[in-house]
C-alpha cells in the first residue's frame, strides 16, 4: 500500500471511531464568558457604562452645590453696629423744619447716642443677629407739631415711631420696622408698617401711676401677605428721675403689651421712659415673640434688648 493509501485508511478509521479533526483554539474572552450582547450587537457593558456616567455627573452636581450652600450658610456675612458717623451722615441728608410747639417742648433733632445690648433670632431656618453697643437715635421733625424716633439696633435691623402732640398728651401715630436676613445664598428682609387708631399717649401733662390707656395699631408687612394687629393697653408705671449723662431728669414710666393678630401672631411687651417735657424717649427694654405661618412650617420670631441715652446733646 503506497503513502496516500496508508493516509486515507488512517483517515477513515478515525471517522469510523467518531472522532474529529482538532480545532483551532479560540483566544479567552477578555471578561471571561462570552459577554452579552445588545440587539445591536455591541457588548452590552458598554451601555452600563453610558447609564453610570450620567448618574456620576449629576450626583457630583448635586454634592457640589449643597458644599456650595452650606458652605454659603456657614459663612454667612453679619450685621455690624451701626455708626454714630453714617447715622450722623444720613441726618444731614434729611431737611428737617422745627415746627410750632404746642404742649409740649420739642426735643432737639440731630443724633444721640445710647449704649445697650440685643439679639433677634428665628427658628427656620435657624439664624441670629446680634444689637451694636452702640445704637444711633435719630429725631427729625414732621409738620403738625410732630417728630419721628429712629433707632439704628444694627446695619439689618432699626424702628421708628412718629409722636404728635394732641391736647394734654403726646400721641403714638405710627410705627415702621425693617429687618434683614443673610441665609448665605439668598437674603429675606421684612418692611412693617403700622398706623395706630385710636393713638396711645407716651407723655402726659398730669401723669397718675396705674392709668391705661387703649392702643390698636394696624399695618402690613413685605414678606408677610395679609394685614396684621397690633392691640393692647398701655400703662403708667409712674415718674421717677433718671441719670442721662449725669444730668438728672424726670422721666414718666410706661408700659405697652400688645397681642398681634392676622398674617402674624404673638406678643410685644415693652418699658419705656420718655422725658416729661419733650417726650423723648430716654430707655426702653423690650421682648417680643411673633409666629409666622410657612410652607416649611412655624417660623418662630423672637427679640429682646434694652438701651439707655447717653446724653441730652445731639450731634448734628
Not at 450652600?69 to 453714617?86: A, E, F, I
Not at 398701655?234 to 421717677?240: D, N
Request: hydrophobic share 35%; with cysteine.
Amino acid at each position: 500500500m503506497d503513502e496516500a493509501g496508508r493516509a486515507g485508511k488512517v483517515d477513515d478509521e478515525d471517522e469510523a471511531a467518531g472522532g474529529s479533526p482538532p480545532e483551532t483554539p479560540r483566544p479567552p474572552e477578555p471578561d471571561g464568558p462570552a459577554a452579552a450582547t445588545s440587539p445591536t450587537g455591541h457588548p452590552a457593558h458598554h451601555r452600563h457604562h453610558w447609564v453610570r456616567t450620567p448618574l456620576l455627573i449629576v450626583g457630583a452636581i448635586v454634592l457640589v452645590a449643597v458644599v456650595v450652600v452650606v458652605g454659603s450658610y456657614v459663612l454667612r456675612s453679619r450685621p455690624t453696629p451701626k455708626s454714630l458717623g453714617s447715622s450722623i451722615h444720613q441726618f444731614k441728608s434729611t431737611t428737617t423744619t422745627a415746627p410750632t410747639p404746642k404742649s409740649f417742648a420739642l426735643p432737639a433733632a440731630g443724633v444721640y447716642k445710647t449704649t445697650g445690648q440685643g439679639s433677634e433670632r428665628i427658628t427656620k431656618p435657624p439664624n441670629s443677629e446680634t444689637d451694636g453697643p452702640v445704637m444711633p437715635v435719630s429725631v427729625t421733625y414732621l409738620s403738625g407739631g410732630c417728630w419721628r424716633w429712629h433707632i439704628d439696633y444694627n446695619t439689618s435691623a432699626w424702628h421708628e415711631y412718629d409722636f404728635c402732640p394732641h391736647g394734654s398728651q403726646l400721641l403714638l401715630v405710627a410705627q415702621a420696622n425693617y429687618q434683614a436676613w443673610n441665609f448665605g445664598v439668598t437674603s429675606v428682609t421684612n418692611l412693617a408698617q403700622y398706623t395706630c387708631n385710636p393713638p396711645s399717649p407716651i407723655a402726659l401733662e398730669s401723669p397718675k401711676a396705674g392709668e391705661k390707656f387703649v392702643q390698636h395699631c394696624t399695618g402690613t408687612n413685605t414678606a408677610v401677605p395679609g394685614p396684621s394687629v397690633a392691640a393692647g393697653t398701655v400703662t403708667v408705671v409712674g415718674v421717677e428721675t433718671l441719670d442721662i449723662g449725669r444730668t438728672p431728669i424726670r422721666a414718666i414710666e410706661m408700659s405697652r403689651n400688645q397681642k398681634i393678630s392676622g398674617a402674624q401672631t404673638g406678643v410685644l411687651n415693652e418699658t419705656w421712659w420718655f422725658a416729661a417735657s419733650t417726650g423723648l424717649p430716654l430707655k426702653a427694654v423690650r421682648n417680643y415673640q411673633l409666629v409666622t405661618s410657612s410652607v416649611i412650617g412655624n417660623i418662630t420670631y423672637n427679640e429682646s434688648g434694652s438701651w439707655q441715652l447717653d446724653s441730652l446733646t445731639p450731634q448734628t
